[in-house]
């Protein structure tokens, strides 16, 4: 009986592990294709794809778009919404609730509504689309994931240590600045990161909002149109190997806490 | 010590800016959407009068209403199946394996979560089309002898989503399980319930709300995207989101791709009413 | 209904941390029992060996003089009253109660007539259909007690479970505590670092420190005469000054001290392995000074009243003794001596309250 428990538990997990590892292995193992096609036989290892993606200049520079819209506008995000939670958190305001709503609205709305909305009113008022209209999307899409994550972490516990360093002579900024930003700093760490993985993997409202400057996801998916390419792939793999790395410096660096166990008496 | 009044001006100015940069960039677009949707395309041009006419015209053209159902039953389909499996996987790591690889396995769990979203839908065509992976081994194993047509069909699109939330589905019931206090599970053993009875009488009840809350994020997320069912699930069964994308980028025709995305909207919201509504109960 | 229980030798150990060493102790059936010590003690962890949650490295646990080594918590005489209560939230107050006699197959009529005729007991009969978030701190303490009791232990184990309450309702619920113990004639071992309570409840009191077991009795022994100098500071303040054991005959002993010579009967010698020319400690508690002359009391001379404070139902003094006006010793007088700061008061000791331990 526990035997045949110990069992079931292991093959679901194999099975389990096995569907979500399916696709990525697929992809990282036929990037190295020597052939044109990323499908069976395996026929390689080769480098050659992942060279024709470096030498592609709209490649890296829809790369380097990317980064630059995501970790920029990721900025703008987290600091409004910081400032934001810091209100709300810090001050007794009538009839916040349904200004708290309106604010963290946009999570619950399709970046697809969301981008459409931004493309007829910029269509309108007449500004053309670019990087920098992608950027205003996004930090529309984040600010409210920013918001709520580190008003989430600004509990009354800090206030009376806030309430100390004003006692203390700190002014209003000196206190939000070097008492408050630095006590909730892994939460705006996090909520920054979390912010810059969105934005730069975030399709539609690229899509959208973008016309000669591309970002990475809008480049990739115009080379889907050439079918399945081993090239692609090697995107793909690239891509995930540079999330892969940020996740775990985060994990292993700024998110470990050794957690001993609690010896309780 | 400055009056009540001086401190929420205070307040709200660090509010301001948030709240002027949603009002610009996403309450104003949607008022323009709003009222796009009631202005008509004709030939190249827009016509300025208020009507009804595309939301009428919704229900007078079947396919619209039939993506709208397809998108309705792919999604159910998907939260559904999302929820079966995902459940068991994160319990199995809250439970059974031991604290100190349970977040080793977790970060395992949600690697693939990192891959570009739309490389992870064309991943899923490279095993699931024609020449791929899942036939050649099919075939080669001798399940079948000719190539099981997946890609570019629902099951393709499914496929895909489930993949997806799987992976957030896990994180979030995982997070919902840990956070239980060990002496509820304690108290239920100690008073003569079996590891079953546990779950079923203590453990389950108390995380139905997480799951709720991860359903409906699965609901909106699923029902809203573009890039999946469009890599996958081709040009077959037509979702919401590919004719709202149809009508933008093939047609121009913004006034209609306003009204079905208001519509769109509409449906979440129906959702996000009853999901909150049905939290609610379940806290009194 | 009840059961003595008996731990044999009890061990454990956490990777390289001893948390219990060598535990023997035994509680009588019926008996109200308490685990007292400072939060690290192994209290907690002794009970929660005693439950089945913890299982020990060594040693075997008794109950009614049978042995549940690898026996697991639902399948012992026992039950636990968790210091958050536990409750599960998603049930009513009468759910919650009926809880396990249902795990334990009882049809749903009688577990609900079982559940009613606790809560009555504990006073909630009008709260069943509520949500634990629905009630106060106490009553929820009162329902998981309740919920306890509904699966007729031999033993119930309470972990600090008046931990959460203020002191006014934690006065109140000892006794109500007591009460029901008396009611049901379960053995109930609770656990806790305030000694005030453990004095208000318990028929004994073990007290415990870095895993081992510094004394066990019934209240007015383990505060009167304490067996060793951590249970003797624990237990309450006292006065501890060090002496030198200068000569003992069968009835009196002779001790040298900072302020003299001292002849007390040889019963306040607390411990029998002292010798002549060792050092010990004279222990004397606050409430033991007096003012007045009185027969058969120690003169301690004149002292200087260097702070006195009004504490409710007594007074609070520090003293120096002009013997020895380095160190300060604390006393309590009555709340009408009119003890001020500065004062100077000649103070004397009941001689057979005065106790000496070892080092």
Redesign the interface.
């Known amino acids: 009986m526990h035997r045949l428990r110990t069992i079931g538990?292991a093959g679901?997990?194999l099975l389990?592990?096995g569907?979500?590892?399916?696709?990525?292995v697929?992809?990282v193992l036929?990037s190295f294709q020597e052939g044109r096609?990323?499908?069976?036989p395996f026929n390689g290892p080769s480098l050659k794809w992942y060279q024709a993606v470096f030498s592609d200049n709209k490649l890296t520079s829809a790369l380097f778009n990317s980064l630059m819209v995501a970790l920029i506008s990721s900025l703008v995000s987290c600091?409004?919404?910081f400032?934001?939670a810091?209100?709300?958190a810090?001050?007794?305001?009538?009839g916040a609730a349904p200004?708290k709503a309106?604010?963290t609205?946009?999570l619950?709305?399709?970046?697809?509504?969301?981008g459409?909305?931004?493309?007829?009113?910029f269509?309108?008022i007449g500004v053309s689309r670019s990087l920098l209209t992608v950027g205003?999307?996004h930090?529309?899409i984040n600010?409210p994931l920013c918001?709520a994550i580190i008003y989430a972490s600004m509990g009354d516990h800090q206030l009376n240590i806030e309430r100390a360093a004003r006692d203390l002579g700190a002014n209003?900024w000196q206190v939000m600045l070097r008492v408050t930003a630095p006590m909730l700093l892994p939460s705006i760490i996090a909520a920054y990161f979390l912010s810059v993985?969105f934005s730069w993997?975030e399709?539609?409202i690229a899509f959208?909002l973008s016309r000669f400057d591309v970002t990475?996801?809008v480049e990739?998916?115009s080379l889907?149109r050439s079918g399945?390419n081993p090239k692609?792939?090697a995107?793909?793999s690239v891509?995930?190997l540079i999330?892969?790395v940020i996740?775990?410096l985060l994990?292993f660096i700024i998110f470990r806490r050794g957690a001993p166990?609690d010896?309780?008496? | 010590m400055p009056s009540e009044a001086a401190l929420q001006r205070k307040g709200w100015a660090f509010v301001v800016p948030a709240l002027l940069w949603t009002l610009a960039f996403f309450i104003i677009p949607f008022a323009v959407m709003v009222m796009y949707s009631l202005w008509q395309r004709a030939g190249t041009s827009l016509v300025k009068t208020w009507s009804f006419d595309n939301y009428a015209s919704f229900f007078e053209k079947s396919h619209f209403v039939a993506g709208l159902i397809n998108s309705l039953e792919i999604t159910a389909l998907v939260t559904v199946i999302s929820i079966v499996l995902a459940y068991p996987l994160a319990w199995i790591i809250a439970e059974r394996v031991s604290p100190r690889w349970q977040r080793m396995a977790l970060i395992l769990a949600i690697l693939p979560f990192w891959t570009s979203y739309v490389v992870r839908s064309y991943a899923w065509l490279l095993v699931l089309s024609r020449n791929g992976y899942l036939n050649q081994t099919l075939i080669n194993l001798g399940v079948i002898d000719t190539p099981l047509e997946i890609a570019a069909t629902r099951v393709a699109t499914v496929t895909g989503f489930v993949h997806f939330f799987v992976m957030l589905l896990t994180l979030t019931i995982y997070a919902n399980l840990v956070q239980l206090s060990p002496n509820y599970r304690r108290a239920a053993a100690d008073l003569g319930a079996n590891g079953f009875q546990t779950f079923w009488h203590v453990i389950l009840p108390l995380t139905i709300p997480g799951v709720m809350v991860g359903a409906f994020l699965t609901f909106v997320l699923c029902i809203g995207d573009y890039i999946t069912p469009q890599i996958l699930g081709g040009n077959n069964e037509l979702v919401l989101p590919q004719i709202i994308m149809l009508q933008i980028t093939r047609r121009a025709d913004f006034p209609t791709a306003a009204a079905l995305s208001i519509i769109l909207m509409v449906v979440i919201s129906i959702a996000y009413i009853a999901c909150a509504r049905w939290l609610k109960m379940e806290r009194t | 209904m009840t059961a003595r229980v008996e731990f044999k030798q009890i061990k454990k150990r956490f990777d390289d941390f001893v948390a219990l060493d060598e535990i023997n102790l035994d509680i009588e059936a019926g008996d109200y029992a308490v685990l007292l010590g400072p939060s690290g003690c192994g209290k907690t962890t002794l009970l929660m060996i005693l439950a089945g949650f913890i299982p020990p490295t060594a040693g075997d646990v008794l109950i009614g003089g049978q042995s549940y080594q690898h026996v697991p918590p639902s399948k012992r005489p026992t039950t636990t009253m968790f210091q958050d209560y536990a409750l599960f939230p998603h049930m009513t107050v009468a759910a919650n109660v009926m809880f396990g006699p249902r795990m334990r197959g009882i049809s749903r009529r009688h577990a609900a007539n079982r559940a009613m005729d606790l809560l009555e007991m504990v006073n909630l009969a009008g709260s069943h259909r509520k949500k634990p978030h629905e009630l106060s701190g106490g009553q929820r303490q009162r329902v998981a007690l309740a919920r306890a009791l509904a699966v007729e232990p031999d033993v119930l184990l309470l972990d600090e479970p008046l931990g959460a309450l203020d002191l006014k309702l934690r006065r109140q619920m000892q006794d109500e505590l007591k009460a029901i113990q008396r009611k049901v004639g379960t053995t109930f071992i609770h656990v806790t670092h305030d000694q005030e309570e453990a004095m208000a409840i318990a028929d004994k009191i073990v007290v415990m420190n870095h895993g081992r077991i510094e004394d066990s009795g019934s209240a007015d022994r383990v505060y009167l005469r304490p067996a060793t100098r951590f249970t003797a500071e624990f237990m309450g303040e006292i006065n501890l000054i060090p002496v030198k054991l200068s000569s003992q005959n069968g009835s009196s002993i002779c001790l040298q001290s900072p302020f003299g010579v001292l002849e007390l009967p040889s019963s306040a010698l607390l411990t029998d392995t002292l010798r002549q020319g060792d050092t010990a400690q004279l222990g004397i508690r606050p409430e033991h000074f007096r003012l007045t002359d009185r027969t058969n009391a120690l003169s301690l001379g004149i002292a200087t009243v260097k702070s006195a404070a009004f504490f409710g139902a007594y007074v609070r003094a520090l003293l120096s003794l002009e013997a020895d006006p380095d160190r300060l010793l604390i006393a309590h007088f009555p709340q009408d001596s009119g003890i001020s700061e500065g004062q100077r008061i000649s103070i004397e000791i009941y001689r057979t309250s005065i106790i000496v331990l070892s080092n």
């Not at chain 1, 810090?90 to 009538?94: A, I, K, M, S």
């Not at chain 1, 619950?108 to 969301?114: C, E, K, R």
């Open positions: 538990v679901y997990l389990l592990y569907f979500i590892f399916l696709p990525v697929t992809l036929f096609f990323p499908i069976p600091l409004l919404g400032l934001a810091y209100g709300f810090r001050y007794r305001l009538p200004i309106a604010i609205a946009p619950t709305v399709s970046y697809l509504i969301i459409f909305g931004l493309l007829v009113t269509n309108m205003i999307g930090v529309v600010t918001f209003d993985t993997d399709f539609i959208l990475l996801p990739i998916w889907l399945l692609t792939n995107v793909g891509v995930f999330s892969v996740v775990l994990e166990r010896r309780k008496s």
